[in-house]
């Protein structure tokens, strides 16, 4: 079992930056490849970036490489986004998983899930 536990979003304007956390407790959360989330009011959760155990790995979706920076600290046991050049269309809830199989772009492929953590990004 893992649990993950967000941190860090709130209200932006566009143009900033923000750095969400994810926190991991379990005696072997740092052996997960870890992924973000998104879900917009009204739009499907929408992948937004992976990174393997070893950090040797990292995948974004869609246009957000080079705005979003995935990364983290085994030692800490601890995910981050780094998130820049924010814009309104970014604005969702953010969601860290625990991948356990499967393409690293499905939700299905994830199956421990934090409670997520609320951006919003302002015009």
């Known amino acids: 079992q893992v649990q993950l536990v967000e941190s860090g979003g709130g209200l932006v304007q566009a143009g900033g930056s923000l750095k969400l956390s994810c926190a991991a407790s379990g005696r072997t959360a740092s052996n997960y490849d870890m992924g973000w989330f998104r879900q917009a009011p009204g739009k499907k959760r929408e992948f937004v970036a992976a990174?393997?155990?070893?950090?040797?790995?990292?995948y974004y979706g869609g246009s957000l490489r080079g705005r979003f920076t995935i990364s983290r600290e085994n030692a800490r046991n601890t995910v981050y986004l780094q998130m820049n050049d924010l814009k309104p269309e970014d604005t969702a809830v953010y969601y860290c998983a625990a991948h356990t199989g499967g393409s690293y772009f499905q939700s299905g492929a994830y199956d421990y899930w934090g409670q997520g953590t609320q951006v919003t990004v302002s015009s």
């Open positions: 990174i393997t155990w070893s950090s040797t790995g990292t």
